[in-house]
């Protein structure tokens, strides 16, 4: 997969076939439009068209806001996403002042024409673009017959009465479920990062955990979950099975948000590695134990839960 982080690219990255949106989580509703865009490029390379910073992102630094994580996926984890869905290519659009005032009219032709030489896009029925949100699907259509590029419009998809999309995700995850969020999502919510060093508590108590920072990521509920974890670098690459703890751990006052991750009959060394959490089931909530005898006989239950839940799968 080839990822250009600019609005220049080679000439020979030109002229492809191309879905527009956030993509945040590439959940069921994005693979079903970038299944929608293989088709449509017709054996020609195939990409996404996505934005850095996300807007909503932008808006809110640029307004002082100070809003809470929202992204399921930060944009290196997106990009290794859509790299296993076998996109060709992933134009990130650098979101900015001069991006983000644009016209809808100037955006169909300094981005999609001038910038990407773009054949054709697909996007959902509900695509929104241009300074104030003011271009719609028929906007894009009527731009698209004078500037010589095709619109293909996808249909948003269902999960029950509700409508796939990062929103129902974020509040699945949020309420404890993570196997809602897979079920739209087509694969278990991932954390993704480089472990790094921390207090190494969990070496002291008999369970060494490998370290992610959430730090800009969208908060699942905190507690304790059944994981499967893919090493992704090292050589110690492979999948795994275990379990995590996600929030700030009361028990020692600390509130820096973090993921911290016990992987069983494991004993290598994974500080600098890069690893992978997927979320399968939710055990139980953050708790604040009488001593550390205690602690440790909960990780054990944890573990042991954690074992039967994922042996089942």
């Not at 030109?14 to 879905?19: E, F």
């Not at 004078?146 to 029950?160: K, N, R, T, Y």
């Not at 108590?205 to 992704?232: C, E, K, M, R, W």
Request: some cysteine; charged content about 20%; glycine content about 10%.
């Amino acid at each position: 997969m080839r990822r250009f982080q600019s609005l220049t690219i080679p000439s020979d990255a030109r002229g492809a076939t191309v879905a527009i949106g956030n993509f945040d989580g590439v959940h069921l509703g994005h693979q079903a439009v970038l299944n929608q865009t293989r088709d449509a490029a017709n054996g020609t390379p195939f990409g996404v068209l996505t934005f850095e910073p996300h807007p909503r992102e932008y808006f809110a630094h640029r307004l002082g806001k100070d809003l809470p994580p929202f992204r399921l996926l930060n944009a290196e984890s997106r990009a290794n996403r859509l790299e296993k869905l076998g996109v060709d290519l992933v134009f990130e659009a650098p979101f900015d002042d001069a991006l983000s005032n644009l016209s809808p009219e100037q955006f169909c032709q300094e981005i999609l024409t001038d910038a990407y030489g773009l054949a054709r896009v697909v996007v959902g029925a509900d695509f929104r673009f241009g300074k104030g949100r003011e271009g719609s699907v028929e906007t894009l259509k009527t731009c698209a017959q004078s500037m010589g590029f095709e619109v293909i419009v996808a249909q948003l998809e269902q999960f029950g009465d509700a409508v796939i999309s990062s929103t129902n995700i974020r509040a699945a995850l949020q309420s404890a479920n993570p196997r809602r969020a897979a079920a739209m999502l087509g694969h278990w919510h991932r954390i993704e990062g480089e472990v790094r060093h921390g207090e190494k508590r969990g070496r002291e108590l008999g369970y060494p955990t490998a370290n992610l920072s959430i730090d800009g990521l969208h908060q699942p509920a905190f507690g304790v979950y059944a994981v499967t974890v893919d090493i992704l670098t090292g050589p110690d690459q492979g999948t795994y099975q275990g379990a995590t703890s996600i929030g700030v751990r009361p028990m020692f006052g600390e509130n820096r948000p973090n993921c911290e991750t016990f992987l069983f009959d494991f004993s290598g060394d994974l500080y600098g590695q890069k690893i992978s959490v997927g979320l399968v089931e939710y055990l139980r909530g953050e708790e604040n134990f009488d001593g550390l005898d205690a602690l440790i006989k909960q990780m054990q239950r944890d573990c042991d839960q954690a074992r039967a839940i994922l042996s089942a799968l």
